[in-house]
């Protein structure tokens, strides 16, 4: 589903390079991945954001968990698009199922992350079954209540201290390439829409975002289109500027603190619940006028998922990424559960009108296909 001409380069040295660093084992610059011959081609067929595969690296396996094609309301005149409605609630998930799709194609058995809030959450998510992931903390105090139900409780992850290697991990940090082109997508589809504003106004935090944004722009350009967007990488006064950012050159804008929690009240009361860091690009996007704000993660309440609700989850997941299924098609897809587990648990869905189904004739016998209800 990608584009299977493509390399890695040093964007601080020059160098091609061997996998996708999290930084240059020569020079410590940013890696990037680039495309010999850039074209932007959408699959209209595809939901997510292999839909964009042409400007994306072809690994022979694509994870899509429904991630991507989030939508973009109007709050008090300003445009957001709402990240919240990736698969975990994070525009971190765009990410997570590039890198997802080039574990699962070279067949890594272990990762190593550094463990940071959101992005390791959905990263977890996507490798779920695939890979061991080893998370290393900090210190234990960096571990929120919520992080603590969802690391621990998947199987197949463990978390340490110790950053000791057993040398045949791989090691996928926040910033590597595979985010970047995952987070690209975001201007992919403000494009495609043909979103009419001049700036995309991201949070700042750690400049990744807003370097795969302008990373998109520049790759929709050399593809021949001109996307005529302005990346601003949106912060609080006072706060530092990664080194990234300044070296690349990206704009930023500062805001009053106090103006950030205007926003999150304007944010809240319209249902948009975020974090302060997420509401500082409304902030900004407010001022500056003819702006997109993306909403970089919402609130969403995490359920251990086991026994039945994950079959739920899984349910849901298959449904919103093939339309409509039979329990059956369903079952071939996803063998680990009984095929009577699937009956129950669709009939109760179906009576909590999560699920609604159709029957149709298929020569003698009757099939019956289920899909998501339109309005649950
Ligand atoms: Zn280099």
Not at 134 to 152: A, F, G, K, N, P
Not at 226 to 250: D, F, N
């Amino acid at each position: 589903m990608g584009n299977y001409n493509y390399f890695y380069r040093c964007i601080g040295c020059g160098r091609e390079l061997d996998a996708p660093y999290s930084v240059c084992p020569f020079c410590g610059g940013p890696v990037i991945i680039e495309y010999p011959e850039p074209r932007f081609r959408v699959d209209k067929s595809r939901p997510g954001i292999w839909r964009y595969g042409s400007l994306l690296p072809g690994f022979g396996e694509t994870v899509s968990h429904g991630e991507g094609l989030t939508p973009i309301s109007s709050v008090d005149g300003v445009l957001v698009k709402n990240e919240k409605k990736n698969s975990t609630g994070t525009y971190a998930d765009r990410a997570s199922a590039v890198i997802a799709s080039y574990a699962k194609s070279t067949g890594v058995r272990l990762i190593k992350t550094e463990y940071i809030e959101a992005f390791t959450q959905s990263l977890l998510y996507y490798l779920k079954g695939m890979a061991k992931v080893r998370v290393l903390v900090r210190s234990l105090d960096s571990l929120s209540m919520d992080d603590i139900v969802r690391i621990y409780g998947m199987n197949n992850v463990d978390v340490t201290t110790k950053d000791t290697s057993i040398g045949d991990e791989a090691r996928i940090n926040y910033l590597n390439p595979l985010t970047i082109e995952g987070l690209k997508t975001i201007v992919f589809e403000l494009y495609e829409r043909r979103v009419r504003a001049e700036n995309i106004v991201v949070p700042l935090e750690t400049g990744v975002l807003a370097y795969s944004l302008v990373k998109g722009l520049d790759d929709l350009r050399k593809a021949g289109a001109e996307p005529g967007y302005t990346v601003v990488a949106a912060v609080v006064k006072g706060a530092s500027v990664p080194e990234i950012v300044m070296r690349l050159g990206v704009k930023v804008a500062e805001i009053e603190a106090e103006e950030v929690l205007d926003a999150l009240g304007r944010l809240t009361r319209k249902g948009f619940v975020t974090m302060p860091i997420s509401a500082v690009s409304f902030a900004v996007a407010r001022i500056l006028g003819s702006s997109v704000a993306v909403l970089t993660m919402g609130y969403k309440p995490y359920r251990l998922y086991t026994g039945r609700g994950q079959l739920r989850e899984e349910i849901i997941e298959l449904l919103r990424e093939k339309g409509r299924m039979t329990a059956y098609e369903m079952w071939k897809e996803r063998q680990s559960y009984t095929l009577r587990a699937f009956y129950k648990v669709l009939r109760g869905m179906e009576v909590r009108g999560e699920v609604c189904s159709e029957v149709e004739a298929r020569g003698a016998r009757k099939v019956k296909y289920f899909r998501l209800c339109k309005n649950p």
